[in-house]
């Protein structure tokens, strides 16, 4: 059984309100102001203690009041309007009927009482305290624009007396005095007017949203104008509910409760689109300052994992148009038809850092908010570097109404309705590995300490929490957490391929000639493409083209920075009045979040003059965290992380309190090994690439310009450079490989590059781990400073369909094997401009990637012009008995050509016996061995063949006959097993 609170009906506003200190919360007696008001001025109330020297003001009833049931119920029509007025209260506060029940004391003239379930009593005084930090809020906001105010007042109140709206000399105490007559003139005025606060004030979004909810659709009036309401009608204040007597039964009143959640929801979903197009509707996260140029958004390249494809989609990376304008019907639209129809329905975005995973969120909202994802009626997007700050227990009505937006009305109706209608929800989370990076706050790794926001995810993902809604989390690549379900589907997002790179660069420069320069320049330079291949960096790379370009003179050549950090440095100095000190404190914090696993940083963490010098020049974004109900902290963070990556990195480099010891050691390889790795992924990234870049000798004249320069600074450059020789003559796995070639690549040492391509070994292994064009161009530029040839393995590396093009020219891969089904045909068209730029590669292993007939098309262009090809395997793909036939045919165009594997494709018995029939007559085959699922053809340039071997190959007696028929027609062969 609930306790129970006490909450006596209490006299009208106009009297005052005293003596509420003995066990009774003003809080509570003004919940019933209105309606107590609303019955003493019809007569049935009378007041029994006009002092205040009792406990609460109490009222004397003249009826016979009976009791049935829960409810109270009168035969007298002036019980029945307290009855009413007390169950209005409860609908109005989202109450059940029970929680609010008149009762009657003792005596002929009885006490009359309102009991409130203290389940209700939480909630009830939420929604008071948010209505009047509310109101607060409105005041200070009309207090620092009276002129407006007292022209408005003037429209909406033409009959009030000039001097009047003078009275006080406080603006404060004058703006409540103005908004309590507005509030006079009845709920039509007062909407009215919210709304022409929001239109022509441009409020804060936050308040602007909150104002609308609570007073801009006529659901309530601020409780500290309820006493002015005498203007309203009864049939206003008792809308939308029955008079006691008049209910039949509870089948009415719950479809009217359904109705009104209905309208709620309604209103709720239509707000929340609304609050989304304003918040995503321009504008998409990257490095650098918000441009004053076109910032163009470029579909994406998506891959699925293989057992969670979509049912209208083949088994690799879905390419999309580039120049499509409206990508929502392909790759975005997939992202949520995969095969997980039953359970929890959960998408995972894996990308590395600059790919576009927080900008395709942000498109996500986008197209949401315009109506272009008509299968979800809600859609919430959180970030985890937001949510990671908050330490209490979070559930799901905190995270949604609390932390996101608040309903208009009831949160139970609105919550209610989005459980029934769960398939219709999408929640993002994006950044789930920054949720597991270590922060200074929380306890370490090995640590058991229950993290509030992603316990609820879990809930969510598992379908304890919203059963039925979509969740979908963006990460950078690495082992998955447990809190992951089993049947999530994996998708991997890639980066630009060449057409997309030229799209993003059309799309950017708007002006003709620079647009033809760019272009040009990116068509010649191998380095600018390669930075390009990343989304973020591409963004880098043309701002600092634009500033090149603008005032050449036409067609002179442009010197383009070659590195990474050099473009960084060069968009950073584009900035005039850059304070050596500013620099430093932006560096300083930069390196402390990254060492505390902070990407988001509080007023205090910053000193002001550093704050005003990032947010001046747009290297920080500011914004509001939301950590409460009408509570919001000011955040700042950089606009894009690996930004801060370069500040930490520059702080190290420039810091004279920083020995060259310490900044050597900041130099690390890391792991990424998808299976092998601990979860709690740092967030640094890209530091050690951007400390090598910094101890580049072309980076001396920044430095200088800077005021930054010194033998100190020279010092730390030769000891970076040291380190990465220590590294390279280690024995490195893959991931650490790809790490140190991009990191000794940005120093710009030859001779660095010469002692790492030296060092490799001869057969260089990446197994396990995501590759992208940028990985692979990185390995091929330093491969070009060795002299040996090597052997590339890549095994079930998920590769980025463009990336086989960085390995065109690259004369030292003597062999190259690739073994993943995540390849696919887009793969093999990349592949295939490339392997005829390759000079010395003798063996090519394409088993088990994925390719079907469209890929072997462009990979039989490209075969033929590669004639010192010694065995190519194409085992274990999608290959049918027309493409294998066309495979054999370009066996004389390969004169050096060893070995073919076919084995474990689909041919039939027929096609099989026309490989007999090749085999007999061509004098270049020595060897055919086919059993089950084995098909190898051993060829030699020398004019006569050993033996020729089929077996259990299920051979028919006519396939016999076809079979002695070729052999009798084939004199060089000496032996037939």
């Known amino acids: 059984m609930e306790s129970r609170g006490v909450i006596p009906v209490l006299s009208p506003p106009q009297d005052a309100l005293i003596g509420l200190g003995y066990g009774i919360s003003m809080l509570m007696c003004r919940c019933v102001w209105k309606l107590a008001g609303k019955a003493a001025a019809k007569g049935h109330l009378r007041r029994v203690a006009p002092e205040a020297q009792v406990c609460a003001a109490t009222w004397t009833w003249p009826a016979r009041v009976l009791k049935e049931g829960p409810f109270v119920y009168s035969s007298f029509e ?385 379908g304890a929490v919203l059963p039925g809604c979509w969740v979908m989390a963006t990460s950078r690549p690495g082992k998955q957490p447990t809190c992951l379900p089993t049947e999530v589907a994996m998708v991997h997002m890639w980066g630009f391929d060449r057409p997309r790179m030229e799209e993003y660069v059309s799309r950017f420069f708007s002006d003709q000639p620079l647009r033809e320069a760019a272009l040009a320049e990116l068509q010649a330079n191998g380095h600018l493409r390669s930075m390009c291949a990343v989304p973020a960096l591409c963004r880098v790379a043309c701002l600092c083209l634009h500033h090149l370009l603008q005032g050449r003179p036409p067609r002179q050549p442009v010197t383009l920075l070659p590195t990474v950090t050099q473009n960084y440095l060069q968009m950073v100095l584009s900035h005039e009045h850059l304070p050596a000190e500013s620099m430093l404190g932006l560096g300083e914090v930069a390196l402390r979040g990254l060492e505390t696993g902070n990407v988001i940083f509080s007023a205090e963490d910053i000193p002001p003059p550093v704050v005003a010098f990032g947010v001046t020049h747009q290297l920080l974004a500011s914004f509001c965290i939301r950590t409460g109900p009408r509570h919001q902290e000011k955040g700042y963070a950089f606009t894009h992380l690996s930004l801060q990556e370069f500040f930490a990195a520059l702080y190290l480099m420039t810091n004279p309190k920083v020995d060259k010891e310490s900044a050597a050691r900041h130099i690390m390889l890391n792991s990424r090994w998808v299976l092998r790795t601990d979860t709690r992924l740092g967030l640094s990234d890209h530091l050690s690439t951007f400390l090598a870049g910094l101890a580049s000798c072309a980076c001396r004249p920044f430095f200088e310009q800077l005021a930054l320069w010194d033998q100190a600074l020279g010092a730390k450059q030769a000891a970076i450079v040291q380190a990465l020789r220590k590294l390279a003559s280690r024995k490195l796995t893959g991931p650490k490989v790809v790490e140190l070639c991009h990191c000794v690549g940005e120093t710009q040492k030859s001779e660095l590059a010469d002692f790492v391509a030296q060092n490799l070994p001869y057969r260089l292994l990446f197994h396990n781990f995501p590759l992208t064009y940028a990985d692979l161009a990185a390995v091929t530029n330093i491969l070009g400073h060795r002299d040996a040839p090597i052997h590339l393995d890549f095994e079930g590396c998920p590769l980025e369909p463009c990336c086989p093009e960085a390995l065109a020219g690259c004369g030292q891969v003597g062999h190259l094997s690739f073994k993943s089904r995540k390849c696919g045909d887009a793969f093999a068209e990349a592949l295939s401009k490339s392997l005829p730029t390759m000079g010395n590669l003798k063996t090519l292993g394409l088993a088990g990637t994925n390719i079907t007939a469209r890929g072997m098309n462009h990979l039989l262009q490209a075969l033929p012009l590669c004639p010192q090809l010694e065995a190519v395997s194409l085992q274990d793909n999608q290959l049918k008995d027309q493409k294998v036939l066309d495979i054999v045919k370009v066996l004389p165009g390969l004169t050096k050509l060893q070995k073919l594997d076919l084995s474990r494709n689909s041919i039939s018995t027929s096609t099989l016996l026309c490989l007999t029939k090749l085999a007999v007559t061509y004098p270049a085959v020595r060897k055919l061995l086919v059993r089950q699922t084995d098909l190898i053809f051993f060829l030699s340039p020398l004019p006569a063949a050993d033996l020729q071997g089929l077996q259990k190959c299920h051979l028919t007696l006519c396939d016999m006959k076809t079979l002695i028929v070729q052999l009798q027609a084939g004199p060089h062969l000496e032996e037939v097993e």
């Open 78 to 462: 002036p019980s029945g309007d307290l009855v009413c007025a007390c169950l209005a209260w409860a609908a109005d506060k989202g109450l059940p009927q029970e929680a609010a029940t008149p009762e009657l004391g003792a005596g002929n003239s009885s006490q009359v009482c309102v009991h409130v379930a203290s389940s209700s009593w939480t909630r009830l005084a939420s929604s008071w305290e948010a209505t009047n930090a509310l109101w607060c809020e409105l005041v200070h906001l009309l207090s620092t624009n009276l002129e407006w105010l007292n022209a408005k007042v003037e429209i909406f109140l033409p009959n009030m007396d000039p001097d009047s709206r003078n009275e006080g000399t406080d603006p404060t105490e004058r703006v409540k005095l103005q908004l309590k007559k507005l509030c006079k003139r009845g709920q039509a005025t007062w909407e009215r007017f919210i709304n022409c606060v929001c239109m022509e004030l441009s409020p804060p979004l936050e308040l602007e949203v909150q104002l609308l909810s609570m007073w801009g659709h006529g659901e309530e009036f601020p409780s500290h104008l309820e006493g002015g309401e005498k203007g309203q009608t009864e049939a206003q204040l008792n809308h939308g509910l029955k008079r006691p007597h008049q209910n039949c039964g509870s089948s009415p009143r719950r479809k009217q409760c359904r109705k009104q959640q209905r309208e709620l929801a309604k209103r709720y979903l239509q707000l929340l689109r609304t609050c989304t197009s304003q918040r995503y509707g321009n504008g998409f996260p990257s490095p650098g300052p918000p441009p004053t140029l076109h910032q163009p958004y470029i579909p994406p390249i998506l891959q699925w994992s293989r057992t969670t494809m979509p049912f209208d989609t083949q088994e690799e990376a879905v390419m999309g148009d580039p120049k499509a304008e409206d990508d929502t019907e392909t790759c975005l639209r997939d992202l949520f038809n995969t095969r997980t129809s039953k359970g929890p329905r959960v998408v995972v975005l894996l990308g590395k850092t600059g790919m576009g995973k927080t900008t395709l969120a942000h498109r996500l909202c986008q197209k949401w908010a315009c109506g272009q994802l008509e299968r979800f009626q809600a859609l919430f997007l959180f970030e985890f570097r937001q949510l990671k700050r908050i330490t209490r227990l979070l559930t799901l009505p905190q995270l949604l109404f609390d932390l996101y937006l608040s309903p208009e009305g009831d949160p139970d109706a609105v919550l209610g309705y989005l459980e029934k209608n769960a398939d219709g929800v999408l929640l993002i989370f994006d950044g789930l590995d920054e949720a597991l990076s270590p922060s200074s706050g929380r306890k370490t790794a090995g640590s058991a300490a229950p993290d509030s926001a992603l316990t609820l995810f879990s809930d969510l993902c598992h």
